[in-house]
T-cell receptor
C-alpha cells in the first residue's frame, strides 16, 4: 500500500545535538511538506518542496534544514536542537505541485523531545 | 499567513447526535479542506470544497462554504465513538500554494 513513512516515532536528544527526521513516500507525489505541531495548536509550516532539488522556507524555518535529492524522500534536520523545538513533527505530501485539486497525505508523525 | 479559525474549540456529544464545527478565514480562497486527527497520529484528509462550490457530502460528512461570509461548516451526522478526534480546517489562498491550518476542534463522542 502506498503511503508516507516517518521514522522514528519517538526521538530524544540533548540540547545542541543535531537530529534528522526521516520522511519517505511511495505515492509518486510531487510536493512534500514539513509541519510542526505544538499541544493545542494548529500546524505551522517549516519547509516545503514542490520538485526535486528545490525547496522553500515556510513560516518557521529558522533552526531547521531540509534536502530533496530524491522524489521519495524529504528529510528534516534540526540543527543544534533547542528545548523549544520539542514538538510533534508531521510530514505530508501532495499529488500536484499546486493544491487546487488535492489534499495532503500525512505521515504518522515523529515526536521529538529535546532535554 | 492567513489561517482558518475553528469555532467552537471543544465539543462533547452523545453517540448518535450530530456535531457541527465552523471555520472562518480572512482572505479569498481557492479551496478549503477539512482534516481529522486522532490523538498522537497524523492528519487524514476528509473533504475538499472549492470556492465555487457551496456544499459537499462524503458519507456522514457534510461541508458547506459561504464565501460571502468567509466561513465553512463541517457537520458529522449520527456520530460514533470512533469520530472522537480533532478536526482541522485548512485553506488554500490564491497566489499562495500551501495549506494554512486552523488550531483544530476537539470532538469527543460519548458512547
Amino acid at each position: 500500500d502506498g503511503g508516507i513513512t516517518q521514522s522514528p516515532k519517538y526521538l530524544f536528544r540533548k540540547e545542541g545535538q543535531n537530529v534528522t527526521l526521516s520522511c519517505e513516500q511511495n505515492l509518486n507525489h510531487d510536493a512534500m511538506y514539513w509541519y510542526r505541531q505544538d499541544p493545542g495548536q494548529g500546524l505551522r509550516l517549516i519547509y516545503y518542496s514542490q520538485i526535486v532539488n528545490d525547496f522553500q522556507k515556510g513560516d518557521i524555518a529558522e533552526g531547521y534544514s531540509v534536502s530533496r535529492e530524491k522524489k521519495e524522500s524529504f528529510p528534516l534536520t534540526v540543527t543544534s536542537a533547542q528545548k523549544n523545538q520539542t514538538a510533534f513533527y508531521l510530514c505530508a505530501s501532495c499529488m500536484g505541485a499546486t493544491l487546487w485539486n488535492y489534499g495532503y497525505t500525512f505521515g504518522s508523525g515523529t515526536r521529538l523531545t529535546v532535554v | 499567513s492567513q489561517q482558518g479559525e475553528e469555532d467552537p474549540q471543544a465539543l462533547s456529544i452523545q453517540e448518535g447526535e450530530n456535531a457541527t464545527m465552523n471555520c472562518s478565514y480572512k482572505t479569498s480562497i481557492n479551496n478549503l479542506q477539512w482534516y481529522r486527527q486522532n490523538s498522537g497520529r497524523g492528519l487524514v484528509h476528509l473533504i475538499l470544497i472549492r470556492s465555487n462550490e457551496r456544499e459537499k457530502h462524503s458519507g456522514r460528512l457534510r461541508v458547506t462554504l459561504d464565501t460571502s461570509k468567509k466561513s465553512s461548516s463541517l457537520l458529522i451526522t449520527a456520530s460514533r465513538a470512533a469520530d472522537t478526534a480533532s478536526y482541522f480546517c485548512a485553506t488554500v489562498h490564491y497566489g499562495n500554494n500551501r495549506l494554512a491550518f486552523g488550531k483544530g476542534n476537539q470532538v469527543v463522542v460519548i458512547p
